[in-house]
């Protein structure tokens, strides 16, 4: 059974920045793909960035330029840098794992960004 715990969200004002980390356990990691979700307040959950097991990354395109994706597979991390971040990246943030027959979630961290 695969968990994901996610660590390092907070408040912080805007133009700031955030780093998110995300430790999984279990031995497929290496071969899942690993993404960052988000839900605003009253909105839909939503992909912010995804990295494939060989290290392709995909982004929201409101983030792009700002946010990115990395990951340790010795480690099983997964990290999201989050610079000049807005109110409008106020949110819950996810972790999640997909790899066959599994799809996992982080149970979230609150990010809130406001001055």
């Known amino acids: 059974q695969v968990q994901l715990v996610e660590s390092g969200g907070g408040l912080v004002q805007p133009g700031g920045s955030l780093r998110l980390s995300c430790a999984a356990s279990g031995s497929i990691f290496g071969f899942s793909v690993m993404s960052w979700y988000r839900q605003p307040p009253g909105k839909a959950r939503e992909m912010v960035a995804s990295?494939?097991?060989?290290?392709?990354?995909y982004y929201l395109d409101s983030v792009k330029g700002r946010i990115t994706i990395s990951r340790d597979n010795v480690k099983k991390t997964v990290t999201l840098q989050m610079n000049s971040l807005k109110p409008e990246d106020t949110a819950v943030y996810y972790c999640?794992?997909?790899?066959?027959?599994?799809?996992?979630w982080g149970r979230g961290t609150q990010v809130t960004v406001s001055s």
């Open positions: 999640n794992l997909r790899a066959i027959g599994n799809n996992a």
């Open positions: 990295m494939t097991s060989s290290l392709t990354s």
